[in-house]
């Protein structure tokens, strides 16, 4: 863990939070309790859960606590790759802005958790911080096993406006992981990843579903526990980063490595990537129905409950209508 990121998991900024203890070695049938423990969980609370009440906040920080996977990104077992295979995955364009967005997810989660004073919220987002620099060492391991060549990292410094960072993060993953786990159902379909680092993969995946999960509830209560007269505000910084979100993805950023060398990178890559996945013509109605089945499934084992994302679900289903729509006309 970078040194920046270490220390807001230190007592006086984020206080009461330890970071888990990981096992050194991986044993396979307590690997696969804890893969089920992560995917399912239902709270023992009788009835509705109002949302933004203390119940509904003690639960969300509960199921955050008994879903957490203890896996140790130094013990995983990359498989060999063929030179084929070796090749596709190396030369997807996603490995530079994937390290570096976990870099940011980190330091942003982590400075906002600090800033919370309710300590069951603070605990879940420390944890879910925690969580996201782990990603970032899964993949460095992954980048030093098969030899990808990343740019230099630029800085991480801490964002002034807390709320604001965690709001652009959230949301970012809210809108990545539901076309991620489109893509990386369609590559296990097509083969593009083999068997082996699919599963290599797939905790992490799930571990992407619980965090947005996290967002979508703190994100709830959050709203329902602010005064009447904050809440006109915070609903324009939630636009405010909408808008954000869509020009980043509207073409290509350009930002600066480590070195000072400007670099250009495909913040869209989960939304157009389909066809680096498979060698099978996609269509953009097929791949939506897929990142919708996907999105179900993976949230299908959390107590309903709960919240999930709704924006993109939402949003890709008015896409589908509007595509039947526009087929029928032109018959």
Same mark, same amino acid.
């Given at each position: 863990?970078?040194?920046?990121?270490?220390?807001?998991?230190?007592?006086?900024?984020?206080?009461?939070?330890?970071?888990?203890?990981?096992?050194?070695?991986?044993?396979?049938?307590?690997?696969?309790? =804890?893969?089920?423990?992560?995917?399912?969980?239902?709270?023992?609370?009788?009835?509705?859960?109002? $949302?933004?009440?203390?119940?509904?906040?003690?639960?969300?920080?509960?199921?955050?606590?008994?879903?957490?996977?203890?896996?140790?990104?130094?013990?995983?077992?990359?498989?060999? /790759?063929?030179?084929?295979?070796?090749?596709? *995955?190396?030369? !997807?364009? $996603?490995?530079?802005?994937?390290?570096?967005?976990?870099?940011?997810?980190?330091?942003?989660? =982590?400075?906002?958790?600090?800033? !919370?004073?309710?300590?069951?919220?603070?605990?879940?987002?420390?944890?879910?911080?925690?969580?996201?620099?782990?990603?970032?060492?899964?993949?460095?391991?992954?980048?030093?096993?098969?030899?990808?060549?990343l740019a230099v990292e630029p800085p991480y410094i801490?964002?002034?406006?807390?709320?604001?960072?965690?709001?652009?993060?959230?949301?970012?993953?809210?809108?990545?992981?539901?076309?991620?786990?489109? !893509?990386?159902?369609?590559?296990?379909?097509?083969?593009?990843?083999?068997?082996?680092?699919?599963?290599?993969?797939?905790?992490?995946?799930?571990?992407?579903?619980?965090?947005?999960?996290?967002?979508?509830?703190?994100? =709830?209560?959050?709203?329902?526990?602010?005064?009447?007269?904050?809440?006109?505000?915070?609903?324009?910084?939630?636009?405010?980063?909408?808008?954000?979100?869509?020009?980043?993805?509207?073409?290509? =950023?350009?930002?600066?490595?480590?070195?000072?060398?400007?670099?250009?990178?495909?913040n869209n890559f989960t939304v157009t990537g389909a066809?680096?996945?498979?060698?099978?013509? $996609?269509? *953009?109605?097929?791949?939506?129905? $897929?990142?919708?089945?996907?999105?179900?499934?993976?949230?299908?084992?959390?107590?309903?409950? /709960?919240?999930?994302?709704?924006?993109?679900?939402?949003?890709t289903r008015l896409a589908i209508r509007v595509m039947?729509?526009?087929?029928?006309?032109?018959?």
């Amino acid at each position: 863990m970078s040194a920046a990121v270490d220390d807001f998991f230190t007592e006086s900024h984020v206080p009461g939070f330890v970071p888990p203890v990981l096992p050194n070695e991986r044993h396979q049938d307590a690997m696969d309790r =804890a893969d089920r423990t992560a995917r399912h969980w239902q709270s023992k609370v009788q009835g509705k859960i109002r $949302i933004g009440s203390d119940v509904h906040k003690a639960e969300v920080h509960r199921m955050f606590a008994e879903t957490f996977n203890p896996y140790r990104p130094s013990v995983i077992p990359w498989p060999k /790759l063929d030179a084929e295979t070796l090749h596709r *995955i190396t030369s !997807l364009p $996603i490995w530079d802005i994937a390290v570096e967005t976990e870099g940011k997810a980190r330091l942003r989660m =982590a400075a906002y958790a600090g800033d !919370l004073r309710d300590p069951d919220m603070r605990m879940a987002l420390a944890l879910n911080a925690w969580e996201e620099n782990r990603h970032k060492d899964v993949l460095s391991k992954l980048v030093q096993a098969y030899d990808i060549p990343l740019a230099v990292e630029p800085p991480y410094i801490k964002p002034k406006d807390t709320e604001w960072a965690y709001l652009v993060t959230g949301f970012s993953e809210c809108v990545d992981s539901f076309f991620a786990f489109g !893509l990386f159902e369609v590559a296990k379909r097509s083969g593009f990843f083999p068997p082996e680092l699919i599963e290599t993969f797939e905790p992490v995946m799930q571990e992407e579903c619980r965090h947005i999960l996290l967002f979508a509830n703190w994100l =709830a209560w959050h709203r329902a526990r602010l005064p009447f007269y904050k809440r006109p505000w915070f609903e324009l910084r939630v636009w405010a980063v909408w808008v954000f979100l869509g020009y980043e993805r509207v073409g290509l =950023a350009r930002s600066m490595d480590g070195e000072g060398k400007e670099r250009t990178q495909d913040n869209n890559f989960t939304v157009t990537g389909a066809q680096s996945m498979s060698n099978v013509e $996609i269509e *953009i109605g097929e791949l939506m129905q $897929i990142c919708l089945a996907e999105n179900d499934r993976r949230f299908s084992g959390y107590d309903t409950r /709960l919240l999930r994302p709704t924006t993109m679900p939402a949003l890709t289903r008015l896409a589908i209508r509007v595509m039947k729509m526009m087929k029928r006309k032109k018959k």
